[in-house]
């Protein structure tokens, strides 16, 4: 999938610290019956390997996202759609950044788009952040990327399936635009892997959004599958391309 593999040495340069361990904000603890502030830091990630949580990916957010929204293209979606909570261009700088950030991550020979990312969020939540929808039993997905409560686990997951670059985010954090985003892109580069080993090829990221919306597989077996489910995703996508 990627040209070079991560060096365990190296990690993003818009990390505050080095491999294995991650960045903690200011924050008052208590030592010895008195309150005390506690600076900003880097600690030990559980897993030793690369690892975001909360706190830094808001942080890469507030200090680097401004920088970059205009170097990177995501189209305003003005013709076709009308969304009722009228957000569809509200999150295109946390779509910019955070698409760049796990391009350069995985260094992948096929590079996101990040209008792949905004066509994905209209048609899994229509821009509605604190959407939540009953998955399966016990299973809900969350968010505007709607990541499910079993991704996230398997994201934070160090003995799982994922064997670096771990998002450690709670159910609550999955209604946070920054970081649903961060984990979802995440997960939609695992889910590259997944449907390449399932094609035995190396997978398209329109078939990578076909495997994150779990219908990959029954399009393989040519079985049936609700079909409006992509091309509700490829005409959102179209019209950000300018060809709707």
């Known amino acids: 999938m990627s040209k070079n593999k991560s060096k365990i040495d190296k990690v993003h340069p818009w990390r505050p610290c080095p491999y294995g361990s991650h960045w903690v904000r200011e924050h008052n603890m208590q030592v010895n019956g008195k309150s005390v502030i506690r600076k900003s830091h880097c600690a030990l990630n559980p897993s030793r390997k690369d690892q975001l949580f909360p706190d830094e990916i808001l942080e890469i957010q507030k200090k680097f996202f401004n920088r970059i929204k205009n170097t990177t293209s995501v189209a305003p979606m003005t013709k076709l759609w009308n969304f009722k909570n009228n957000n569809k261009d509200k999150y295109d700088v946390l779509i910019n950044g955070w698409t760049r950030y796990w391009n350069e991550v ?3 020979s096929q590079p996101l788009d990040p209008n792949i990312v905004k066509s994905l969020i209209a048609s899994e939540s229509g821009f509605n952040d604190n959407i939540v929808i009953k998955a399966a039993p016990r299973n809900f997905a969350r968010g505007l990327m709607q990541i499910t409560d079993e991704t996230l686990k398997i ?12 998002v450690t985010l709670t159910k609550d954090d999955a209604l946070n635009p920054s970081l649903n985003i961060c984990g979802a892109i995440r997960w939609l580069f695992r889910k590259k892997e997944t449907a390449s080993s399932k094609l035995k090829r190396e997978a398209t990221w329109e078939e990578v959004v076909m495997d994150y919306k779990a219908i990959l597989g029954k399009v393989i077996q040519k079985k049936d599958h609700n079909k409006n489910i992509m091309i509700k995703f490829n005409q959102y996508l ?5 060809k709707k």
Not at 155 to 166: C, I, N, P, Q, R
Not at 238 to 242: A, D, H, M, S
């Open 106 to 108: 995985f260094n992948s």
């Open 238 to 242: 179209l019209e950000l391309k300018g």
């Open 155 to 166: 994201l934070a997951d160090e003995k799982g399936e994922l064997k670096d670059h771990y």
